[in-house]
């Protein structure tokens, strides 16, 4: 008999038997491409439709604090996976990542374009073990010679190296070659139906056995791709920094029927009570525009989304269900990570872990002789410049702080998430020891695990001049100091803002060419009752000072020339903005400052 667990979670027992049936359980792990936490309805969704994954809440356990490894998809589904942070495979951005580029202040650490063979799978372990087992979707870990079928995976459908779907219907091909095992389709299949088709097909083949399905959905990463009759359900315009896309909300329910159709085949063929369902995402919801008229989705109350270590970034859906062994209708706020799964699903199948391998995570499935879950802190590390506008850096969640340090400029913010989950307030100069010690953990840690840092870019050209002498410098590449001012990134502010404090200030990097004087034009909004600020631009020697207009609204820009600054030779230079006074709530919102040479 395997022994007693006891699913202790903080103070809340999920427990409900203190034995194990002898047979071995089923696994089933289903992760889902970019899905936010607030995308699900018993996350707190309105308007996306998930009665299946709902309903697999009330039927277990829903965690609302828990944690990607990576605010993107290969490194997280590389923790998933081996249970070990991606650092120390050197997997640190989506395969093979984002090139350089002349605007970056710091160049990216190379990184690993596959899982390392040596690493020993959840699919390995189980395997070795008596399981069946299949990856059925999504791979991204790997190309030729680091198929899945390496690393303990029996069946691998729809697995490669590629991280967005070839097609979302059928054929499901692109110029690069097809999706392996997807080779026969009817025209117009919707990828998703066709991943969990063949999901039940391998449930129902092993259903004599013990198996480990791993589920990856390429749904609901971009491009956006849904069957017309699901977008028509949502009849609705999309608007900014709400959930709203008709298109992305097509695909969420596609995926939730999915989830259904599983959780039914397993009804169906009684393995529902030896079964543990795992449900989970590899990061937060998209909610930039990359091209895109509208986002895919809102994370809010999370702040800011996919690519960013703020919450809307890391913090991702968790829910898991098995009758009998994980109490009905439970909530846990523990603090856990993907990193956590793989000594799970090893607690689960009985598997001693010193039998398998080193993993950094712990069980969520803890037995009732060791005590209270322990206290642990858990870390980040993307330096890297991402697809979505964030900038390199690390984090550390250790209890109810969370601290985020930038590595361009070493700026750090500490945020307590348990009482402030939209990371509004800064709370870095008021908790200077907090920020220490948490900073001291994220140093000790990096160097454990070998993270490896960026580098200063000898290419660094910041905002350069363009063929007519204008210089535009936005406001996404400004730094800030200071503890509240900040650049907000959603579509609808894309803005400098929550300049709240007066002391807080920015500064742009640009590049001259050719010398000379400059009209200065802000593209500044400011709400009721803010207006007046007044506001100096300096660039060395040099300076204007211009007073902030009440534009109706922080997010209502109006372009206005403040003046003239003299800059006669060629070369990188830094322009600061300066608040001098502050009359009302805010300074105002600054999108960009455009030097446009006078003639």
Not at 54 to 73: E, H, I, L, S
Not at 308 to 331: D, F
Not at 486 to 512: C, I, M, Q
Request: hydrophobic share 35%; glycine share 10%.
């Amino acid at each position: 008999m395997f022994r007693a667990f006891c699913l202790s979670l903080c103070s809340l027992c999920l427990c409900s038997e203190t034995g194990f049936s002898a047979d071995k359980p089923n696994v089933v792990l289903i992760v889902i491409d970019d899905l936010g936490q607030r995308d699900l309805g018993c996350y707190g969704s309105t308007f996306y439709k998930t009665p299946n994954i709902d309903q697999m809440a009330k039927a277990g356990v829903r965690f609302t604090d828990f944690y990607a490894a990576c605010p993107v998809c290969s490194p997280t589904r590389a923790s998933i996976l081996t249970g070990r942070y991606p650092q120390r495979m050197n997997v640190t951005d989506w395969i093979p990542g984002r090139k350089d580029s002349p605007d970056q202040r710091l160049k990216r650490p190379e990184i690993r374009n596959e899982l390392p063979l040596e690493e020993i799978t959840i699919a390995k372990a189980l395997q070795t073990n008596g399981y069946a087992t299949a990856l059925i979707g999504k791979w991204h870990l790997g190309g030729k010679g680091f198929e899945p079928t390496r690393f303990g995976f029996e069946v691998n459908v729809a697995g490669d190296e590629t991280g967005t779907a070839r097609s979302y219907f059928a054929p499901f091909v692109n110029k690069s070659g097809a999706m392996p095992g997807l080779e026969k389709a009817e025209d117009g299949e919707y990828l998703t139906d066709r991943l969990t088709t063949e999901a039940e097909r391998f449930i129902e083949t092993n259903k004599s056995k013990p198996f480990f399905l791993y589920l990856p959905h390429y749904a609901v990463h971009t491009p956006l791709k849904a069957p017309q009759a699901l977008i028509d359900k949502y009849k609705v315009t999309p608007t900014h920094g709400r959930q709203s896309n008709p298109a992305y909300a097509a695909m969420v329910e596609s995926m939730d029927a999915s989830v259904g159709r599983v959780l039914k085949k397993l009804d169906d063929l009684k393995l529902t009570n030896n079964t543990l369902v795992i449900f989970t995402s590899d990061n937060g919801g998209l909610a930039t525009l990359e091209g895109m008229p509208f986002a895919p989705t809102s994370n809010a109350p999370l702040r800011e989304g996919k690519g960013y270590l703020y919450e809307g970034g890391i913090r991702a859906p968790c829910v898991m269900k098995w009758p009998g062994r994980i109490k009905a209708g439970s909530t846990t706020d523990r603090v856990a990570c993907s990193i956590d799964f793989y000594p799970t699903i090893m607690d689960a199948a009985g598997i001693p872990q010193k039998n398998v391998h080193h993993t950094d995570g712990d069980s969520i499935l803890r037995s009732s002789d060791d005590g209270d879950v322990k206290e642990r802190a858990i870390y980040w590390h993307y330096p890297h410049y991402a697809n979505q506008g964030s900038r390199p850096g690390g984090a550390v969640r250790f209890k109810d702080y969370k601290l985020i340090e930038f590595y361009e400029d070493g700026r750090r913010e500490l945020f307590d998430v348990k009482r402030d989950i939209s990371e509004g307030r800064n709370l870095a100069a008021e908790k200077p020891d907090v920020v220490k010690e948490l900073a001291a953990k994220l140093a000790t840690w990096r160097n454990e695990v070998g993270a490896k840092m960026p580098t200063p870019n000898p290419d660094y050209k910041p905002n350069p001049q363009n063929k007519d002498g204008v210089i535009t410098m936005h406001a996404r590449t400004a730094l800030v100091q200071g503890s509240m001012l900040r650049f907000e990134p959603l579509p609808h502010k894309n803005t400098l803002g929550y300049w709240v404090n007066k002391d807080d200030s920015a500064t742009f990097d640009f590049t001259v060419e050719k010398g000379g004087t400059f009209t200065v034009e802000v593209l500044q909004g400011c709400g009721k009752g803010s207006g007046g600020a007044e506001v100096e631009l300096a660039v060395g020697d040099e300076k204007l000072t211009f007073t902030v207009k009440d534009t109706g609204g922080f997010q209502t820009f109006e372009a206005r020339d403040v003046g003239t600054l003299k800059i006669e030779k060629a070369g990188r230079y830094t322009m600061s903005v300066k608040a001098k006074t502050k009359p009302g709530p805010a300074v105002m919102d600054l999108r960009q400052i455009v030097l446009k040479p006078v003639k």
